[in-house]
């Protein structure tokens, strides 16, 4: 008996019990269905932490004071002349441009509305380091830094929460932390905000955050410091430089460097592996559904193999061999869960792009990819599931005896 | 030297039921010629049905040695003995036994099915069926047929690979007096045309009455081998 025979018999033998088939292909399409879904939407949570990492600036360093991976005594902090020092082109020549940054938390009001947030001080360059666009004004200048000017650019959601708008702000005045800062410039929606919000923030110049608004104890301390490398090849021998230079600059000890050198790739492979993990649990949930939905289909080939009991024991009398029942059953199975893998891919397709559809809706744009891995992966393994749960039905309708099976009532 | 398409030694057949041992069949000796027609008769609990099952190769015998059409059968694997019944045993059942969903055609294929025949296949079972006068009703399904019909499907089906011998259990027991004689008439016919070794199980003394021969079986032995 060749496959082509035992699929059309099989397709016959589904036919003539609809509900039962249907009942049970929708067990393997949940599952199946809730596989692809959870993979594409794991997949595209981590699509969209990557994007917004690489939407905070292109061949970025950042350098942090202090050691994760071991307690340094002494740390010394990172200063405006180790950011300086880091511009020799002839001992860092992949590095671009360093910008400094200091952070702190304040709170800014504009007439009755106030928005705590978080305040950077930094230099013109933070701009094109960071790729920030500007939807209105202009960006903090070098006579804003030299002057100490009372200048502030707004993030958008900052605008969005005091002001209700966009547009129109430049000019205002708001008060950050009780004194008045004029409005220069609104800075256009990042998104991302899983890695921080870079749309919940204040800018302001350098100079005007040191004496004002940031309490440091050493006036020449930086909080992070930026580094662009020339291009993306650079980036590791810019990481490599400006760790020779500090270790250099703050004399450490071989081995105990006081301060921490981040790439963007860094916080990339860390949310990869984050998310990661998220969608591996959140698809091995699914993948329990698939193997309830396997069990379902043993369910009704035992059910089946019982009610076809005669059936069988005339096919064995005809002729049948061991392998030729053990075929058709296997058939039965595998085809059942086959289609409804199938419609299983169709449907977590669409619960994707539904789920894609309310993320847009709610604000936080995101689109759950469907890959091809997740989509063959899914069918081989719920083929394979059907397989697998029809073999002991099967087994047991192909070691029936001819004798029993034919007087079976 | 008769030339005996089923020949068996000392066959037996005891079967375990609990604690207690049943010899259905209890040592018998058969020959049965080629193209001959024998019926087996015996009150129930006699052990025909445990005879047939073993000379139709469905079953095999606790002791004993069973040589149908010149192969020694008794102790042949399972999967061996499905292809001797598939291309030496023709099987006539009571019930008719079709698949409920196929068309008359489609059942008399199976058995060249697992035959392994790819060629052909609906040219010769149309044939065997126009053999067994249903010509004009190839593509019903057995609910659409008669009980008298349906049998002849089955008889269809049984002679389609052409076996040594058709087993046939109670052809009759199920059909109205006129279509059992009717199917007695066409298994006859087809022994006197085909030369096809036909045994017939039965309880109608007017069934065996039309066979050569009667086999009588009583608590597990051949009472009268004439």
Known sequence: MNLGQAIIEALESLRSNKLRSGLTILGIVIGVAAVIAMLAVGQGAQDSITGSISGIGTNLLFVFEGNTSFNVSNPKPITISDAEALLDPFQAPSVADVSGAITGQVEVVFGSEQKNTSVVGITPNYQTMRSFDLIEGSFITDDNLYGNASVVVLGNDVVNKLFGRQEGVVGEMVRINGSPFRVIGVLGKKGGGSFGSQDDIVLVPFTTAQSRLIRNTNRDELDVMLVQATSADAVMSASDEVSQILRTRHRTNLGEDDFTVFSQQDFVSTAQSITGVLTIFLGGIAAISLLVGGIGIMNIMLVSVTERTREIGLRKALGARRRDILTQFLTESSLLSMIGGLIGIALGFLIAVIVGRIAQASGTPFTPSVSLNSVLMATIFSTAVGLFFGIYPANRAAGLEPVEALRYE | ?226
């Open chain 2, 1 to 226: 030297m008769p030339d005996c398409i089923i020949q068996a030694h000392g066959v037996t057949k005891t079967y375990q039921m609990g604690e207690v041992q049943v010899n259905a069949l209890a040592g018998v000796d058969l020959c049965i010629n080629r193209g001959e027609v024998v019926s087996i008769m015996g009150p129930s609990g006699s052990g025909k049905s445990t005879l047939m099952n073993i000379l139709g190769c469905l079953d095999h015998p606790t002791e004993g040695s069973y040589t149908l059409d010149g192969e020694e059968v008794a102790h042949l694997r399972d999967d061996q003995l499905a292809g001797i019944r598939n291309r030496k045993v023709g099987f006539i059942f009571q019930n008719f036994n079709l698949l409920p969903r196929q068309t008359a055609i489609a059942n008399v294929e199976l058995p060249m099915r697992y035959a392994g025949i790819t060629e052909g296949r609906k040219e010769r079972a149309i044939e065997a069926l126009k053999l067994v006068g249903l010509g004009d009703r190839l593509t019903h399904r057995p609910a659409e047929l008669s009980g008298g019909q349906q049998q002849r499907v089955a008889i269809a089906r049984s002679l389609v690979n052409d076996p040594a011998i058709i087993m046939a259990d109670e052809p009759t027991g199920n059909l109205d007096s006129r279509s059992g004689k009717e199917i007695m008439e066409l298994l006859l016919k087809l022994n006197s045309e085909r030369g096809t070794t036909l045994i017939i199980v039965t309880h109608d003394s007017n069934v065996s009455a039309q066979t050569q021969r009667v086999i009588r079986l009583k608590d597990g032995l051949v009472e009268v081998a004439a």
